[in-house]
């Protein structure tokens, strides 16, 4: 499973991005192998608010519906549109064009409780 | 890997879609050894069968099978399964890994007559061999001179490491056939037929494209679709009720049901295109009233939009009625459809 060495992640694996306050979230090539073939995507409203752990939004497999949780808190600015037409992005190239929304950070502190790539890697293997 | 019905099974090998369409257009591989086989036999077998299920066990020949249900006093299904007639006062009854227990509780205090009824499902692995090049890879397989059984047919093959039972039978939809052999033989005869399927394009296939496949093709699942609150009137599968054969458990309700109309139909529906896919237990609405529950659901590759099953009212029961499923609190559009939803081209 690739875990790209800029990126943070939850233990919930979704990845962040930060680029000055502003934050670009996805979730990892381990998690779009567990949900297996991405088919629907259902995408957090811009503006919404949202605190580090809480549900954003929903991303359906064939088999389930799983919920993605935010890894950190702060104000929705952007969603990926392109995963309405195309949800198997999130499968294809979960790190780039399959990244799911952008948020403006509400504190930087959220950021240190997330885990290192080499910290996700370590969970990964305990799996 | 999830468990089901006590067995712990691939929901997947390479991916649902890819697994689905294999089936759809080539030919799949499944495990089914979790399924349960009773043998019934004795000189009374014929007429205790028809009297603990639905349809006629009078209409096989040896070597034929068909589709019937195991119901409860009221008239509710306990099983689904299909019964094989290997020869006369012989029958091979292939059941759901669920409800083997019950079905053999169930069956042993209805015992009556001659009988004998003995739980094979230890004993016997199954491999479901599925889609439009299944028969072209059996012949590869087992030799063209080989005469594979007609549709619902059951051909016992005696050969060395045997006996083997192939059914043409499936839950796909699809052509294909239900391959029965003793248990210590399941890897050996699911690798040979991996290795000679390549040639049609063979893909293992898990429980996830097992489900997308069945729901397309309209078949009930026990458990979801199919109930003890529910009688297959109810359920869309009258056919498989032979009301001509005399006493038959749950007879009285479903006759009852059969003069007054039933209340609730189980209906397939497709929803409208973008909708997220449906799943089990979505509240139905039509005109802004709960009118039901999906039972079972998913996205329909073949469709590319979502299904579902559902019991409704008969009066919302005809296909092209408009109704809303239930989505995380927020409603999309759906139809009610014909099932099965998907036919595959003759």
């Known amino acids: 499973m690739k875990v790209p060495t800029n990126l943070l992640y939850a233990t919930s694996h979704e990845?962040?991005?930060?680029?000055?306050?502003?934050?670009?979230?996805?979730i990892t090539d381990h998690a779009q192998h567990e949900l297996t073939d991405v088919v629907?995507?259902?995408?957090?409203?811009?503006?919404?608010?949202?605190?580090?752990?809480?549900?954003?939004?929903?991303?359906?497999?064939?088999?389930?519906?799983?919920d993605i949780y935010s890894p950190a808190s702060g104000t929705v600015t952007e969603v990926n549109d392109a995963l309405s037409q195309d949800p198997a992005l999130l499968?294809?190239?979960?790190?780039?064009?399959?990244?799911?929304?952008?948020?403006?950070?509400?504190?930087?502190?959220?950021?240190?409780s997330l885990k290192s790539p080499e910290q996700y890697t370590e969970q990964l293997h305990s799996l | 890997m999830m468990e089901f019905g006590g067995w712990w099974m691939p929901v997947q090998y390479k991916g649902i879609?890819?697994?689905?369409?294999?089936?759809?257009?080539?030919?799949?591989?499944?495990?089914?050894?979790?399924?349960?086989?009773?043998?019934v036999s004795g000189p009374d077998s014929e007429m205790w069968l028809n009297q603990v299920l639905t349809n006629d066990v009078r209409l096989l020949d040896d070597g034929q099978g068909q589709y019937t249900l195991l119901l409860n006093e009221s008239g509710g299904v306990i099983d689904d399964l299909i019964i094989y007639r290997v020869e006369a006062n012989s029958y091979f009854l292939v059941v759901n890994a669920s409800k083997i227990e019950e079905d053999v509780l169930w069956l042993q205090s209805k015992l009556s007559g001659?009988?004998?009824?003995?739980?094979?499902?230890?004993?016997?692995?199954?491999?479901?061999?599925?889609?439009?090049?299944?028969?072209?890879?059996?012949?590869?397989?087992?030799?063209?001179?080989?005469?594979l059984p007609q549709k619902n047919g059951l051909l016992s093959l005696g050969i060395p490491n045997g006996p083997i039972l192939i059914a043409r039978t499936g839950y796909t939809g699809e052509d294909g056939f239900e391959w029965f052999c003793p248990a210590r033989m399941a890897a050996y005869w699911w690798s040979k037929i991996l290795e000679l399927g390549q040639a049609f394009g063979i893909q293992p296939c898990g429980l996830g494209a097992r489900d997308t496949l069945r729901l397309e093709a309209g078949f009930p699942l026990n458990g979801s679709d199919l109930s003890p609150k529910h009688t297959p009137l109810e359920a869309g599968l009258s056919i498989f009720v032979k009301f001509d054969k005399g006493a038959f458990t749950g007879r009285p309700v479903l006759e009852k049901q059969r003069m007054t109309g039933v209340e609730t139909k189980l209906v397939g529906l497709i929803m409208a295109d973008k909708t997220p896919p449906p799943r089990p237990h979505y509240p139905v609405f039509h005109a802004n009233a709960p009118v039901g529950e999906t039972t079972s659901g998913s996205l329909s590759?073949?469709?590319?939009?979502?299904?579902?099953?559902?019991?409704?009212?008969?009066?919302?029961?005809?296909?092209?009625?408009?109704?809303?499923?239930?989505?995380?609190?927020?409603?999309?559009?759906?139809?009610?459809?014909?099932?099965?939803?998907?036919?595959?081209?003759?």
């Open chain 1, 15 to 26: 990845w962040l991005r930060n680029d000055a306050g502003h934050a670009t979230v996805g």
């Open chain 1, 40 to 66: 629907y995507v259902e995408l957090p409203s811009i503006g919404a608010t949202i605190e580090a752990g809480q549900q954003i939004c929903v991303v359906e497999s064939v088999k389930a519906a799983s």
């Open chain 1, 91 to 112: 499968n294809t190239d979960p790190y780039d064009k399959g990244w799911i929304f952008k948020l403006r950070l509400a504190t930087d502190a959220d950021l240190s």
């Open chain 2, 17 to 39: 879609l890819e697994e689905h369409k294999a089936v759809r257009t080539a030919v799949g591989l499944f495990d089914i050894s979790h399924m349960g086989q009773l043998v």
């Open chain 2, 114 to 147: 001659d009988v004998t009824l003995a739980d094979q499902s230890g004993d016997w692995a199954g491999l479901a061999i599925q889609g439009p090049a299944a028969k072209e890879c059996l012949e590869a397989l087992l030799g063209q001179d080989i005469q």
């Open chain 2, 301 to 346: 590759p073949t469709l590319g939009s979502g299904i579902a099953m559902a019991y409704l009212p008969t009066s919302l029961a005809s296909p092209g009625t408009l109704v809303e499923v239930e989505i995380r609190g927020k409603r999309f559009p759906a139809t009610v459809a014909k099932r099965p939803m998907y036919r595959r081209a003759k």
